[in-house]
Structure formats: structure tokens, C-alpha cells
T-cell receptor, first 115, second 112 residues
Framework: DAGVIQSPRHEVTEMGQEVTLRCKPI?????LFWYRQTMMRGLELLIYFNNNVPIDDSGMPEDRFSAKMPNASFSTLKIQPSEPRDSAVYFC?????????????FGSGTRLTVV | GDSVTQMEGPVTLSEEAFLTINCTYT??????LFWYVQYPGEGLQLLLK?????DKGSNKGFEATYRKETTSFHLEKGSVQVSDSAVYFCALLNFGNEKLTFGTGTRLTIIP
């Protein structure tokens, strides 16, 4: 398996623009998680899905953020409009319900810079 | 709720030194415990895990023992290498909860 695949690896955008981050989980994994990492706040869980259904979005910072999972092999995290304080590394991770105690598999992340 | 407290960093050691990174947790029941490692520019990778009291997880020369009496899961390595330079995260997963609870991470730098 190729692991969790995220795209793009780097994104630079201007304030006010829409940004879409993409994630392909490991085939067969039924949980998908979106995290944000910054120096100030560390790792923050934004939202997670089970079988494509959002379960907990309490970590989504505000209405400018939205996430979807239209099918088992694809998820997006969208920021509209983007702001400089959204600059961070965004990670996607997936796990399998029956193997949850094996932990998560993380993607390599998308480094977002909003100027 | 569940929480993980990690040793404050950054930690700088010379090559071949002994490493300990402290981790303690607060949780009800019997959580599983994990150490993740993040190398520069990469995502987090599972380093080792332990699922019950007195279990020892080990990988790549690193070890950690699940100590329920002290609610601890300290990471150790007998002789570190420059390639071990990374950020290390302690985490727990409790029964009935699908969300990993992470510590704040400890940045480790090994100098030749």
C-alpha cells in the first residue's frame, strides 16, 4: 500500500483565496482524521470521519473551514476565505476499526502558507 | 478527560548518550499507549506501542514500558545516533474513544 497520500505537499496562497487540501486514506481504513500542526498550538485534531460520515468536528476553528468525505478513498479540507493565521502543516491520518490499537497512519502533510 | 503530559524540550544530547523522554498520562480505564516520531518535513510515524500494563514496546533500539502504577510510559534508548534527531510524541487511545490524545511533543537533537 502507498500509505496515506496528501496533496499538494506545499501550497502558497494569498489571503482571501480558497484553499483545498486533499487526502487519500489507506484502502480498507474506515476512520479518517484531519490535524493541524503549528509551533504555537502543536497538533490539533480538526475533524474525523467514520465510514465517510463526520463524527466530531468540534476542532474545526470556524466556519471558514469545511471538510468532506464523498467516498471511502477521498477527503478534502477547504478553507474559504483563507487568512495568514491559517498557515500551518495540515495532516491527514487513517485507521482501521478492527485494528485501532495499532494507531493511526499519517500522511506527509500539506504545508500551507497564506500571505 | 484523557490527557498526556510530556517532558518539556528541546533536548540536546551527544551521540551515544542515553536517552529518556518522560511521559505520564491521565485516563480512566486501560488505555493503549503509543510513541510517535516525526522526522523533519515528514508526518508522524508510529514508533512503538503497548496495549496493557507491564507491556514493553520496542522498535529501532527504543523501548517504553507501560507502568500503570505510575501512569507512565517513558521512552528510552541506550545509545542515540544523529539520525534519531526528531520530534517525539507520546499518545494514548482509550477504549470507546477513537481519538488519539497526543502530548505536546519533545524535540530531540543529537550532536556528533
Amino acid at each position: 500500500d502507498a500509505g496515506v497520500i496528501q496533496s499538494p505537499r506545499h501550497e502558497v496562497t494569498e489571503m482571501g483565496q480558497e484553499v483545498t487540501l486533499r487526502c487519500k486514506p489507506i484502502s480498507g481504513h474506515d476512520y479518517l482524521f484531519w490535524y493541524r500542526q503549528t509551533m504555537m498550538r502543536g497538533l490539533e485534531l480538526l475533524i474525523y470521519f467514520n465510514n465517510n460520515v463526520p463524527i466530531d468536528d468540534s476542532g474545526m476553528p470556524e466556519d471558514r473551514f469545511s471538510a468532506k468525505m464523498p467516498n471511502a478513498s477521498f477527503s478534502t479540507l477547504k478553507i474559504q476565505p483563507s487568512e495568514p493565521r491559517d498557515s500551518a502543516v495540515y495532516f491527514c491520518a487513517s485507521s482501521e476499526a478492527g485494528q485501532r490499537f495499532n494507531g493511526y497512519t499519517f500522511g506527509s502533510g500539506t504545508r500551507l502558507t497564506v500571505v | 478527560g484523557d490527557s498526556v503530559t510530556q517532558m518539556e524540550g528541546p533536548v540536546t544530547l551527544s551521540e551515544e548518550a542515553f536517552l529518556t523522554i518522560n511521559c505520564t498520562y491521565t485516563a480512566t480505564g486501560y488505555p493503549s499507549l503509543f510513541w510517535y516520531v516525526q522526522y523533519p518535513g515528514e508526518g508522524l510515524q508510529l514508533l512503538l506501542k503497548a496495549t496493557k500494563a507491564d507491556d514493553k514496546g520496542s522498535n529501532k533500539g527504543f523501548e517504553a514500558t507501560y507502568r500503570k502504577e505510575t501512569t507512565s510510559f517513558h521512552l528510552e534508548k541506550g545509545s542515540v545516533q544523529v539520525s534519531d534527531s526528531a520530534v517525539y510524541f507520546c499518545a494514548l487511545l482509550n477504549f470507546g474513544n477513537e481519538k488519539l490524545t497526543f502530548g505536546t511533543g519533545t524535540r530531540l537533537t543529537i550532536i556528533p
